[in-house]
């Protein structure tokens, strides 16, 4: 783990376990310490390290912070979230409250398990970002939605 990274857990509280660890994990654990790193080194959410950190910051506070949420720092949970994060910058930084609301109502197991059943055909973090890109829609973009679907 980078110190970058074993920094930002500490902050938030969060432990990184091996992947190879018994299930169930509670809340505030993840095995997904390299989706981690692959956030902080991504161009994509941030051209400088800071920028990076921040996003990653960022997607943290809106797992952690929800009140459902807080057991599914998984893997494709994670990369759903930074993808509409990155995707969608404003959302978060126009309004956190609405954007925290929306994931506190968010049933992030119960889209892992509908990404589950359709990994063959779909990477599990699309079909979540799908499922919460509906959610999000519905609050930030409701007239583009509307077209976009």
């Not at 509670?26 to 959410?45: K, N």
């Not at 400088?48 to 960022?58: F, P, V």
């Not at 994931?103 to 599990?124: C, F, Q, R, S, T």
Request: glycine share 4%; aromatic share 6%; net charge negative.
């Amino acid at each position: 783990m980078t110190p970058t990274l074993d920094l930002i857990c500490r902050d938030f509280g969060l432990t990184v376990v091996h992947p190879a660890q018994h299930r169930p994990f509670t809340p505030m654990q993840t095995a997904a310490g390299a989706t981690l790193e692959r956030i902080l080194a991504d161009p994509s959410v941030g051209e400088t390290a800071a920028d990076r950190e921040k996003h990653l910051r960022n997607v943290l506070v809106a797992l952690t912070e929800s009140e459902n949420n807080r057991h599914m720092l998984i893997a494709p949970v994670i990369k759903a979230v930074s993808r509409i994060m990155s995707q969608n910058p404003t959302w978060y930084g126009r309004d956190a409250s609405a954007f925290l609301d929306v994931m506190d109502k968010a049933d992030l197991a119960d889209m892992y398990e509908k990404a589950k059943a359709n990994k063959g055909v779909v990477p599990a973090h699309a079909t979540i970002a799908t499922l919460l890109l509906k959610e999000f829609g519905a609050v930030f973009a409701p007239e583009d939605m509307e077209r976009l679907l």
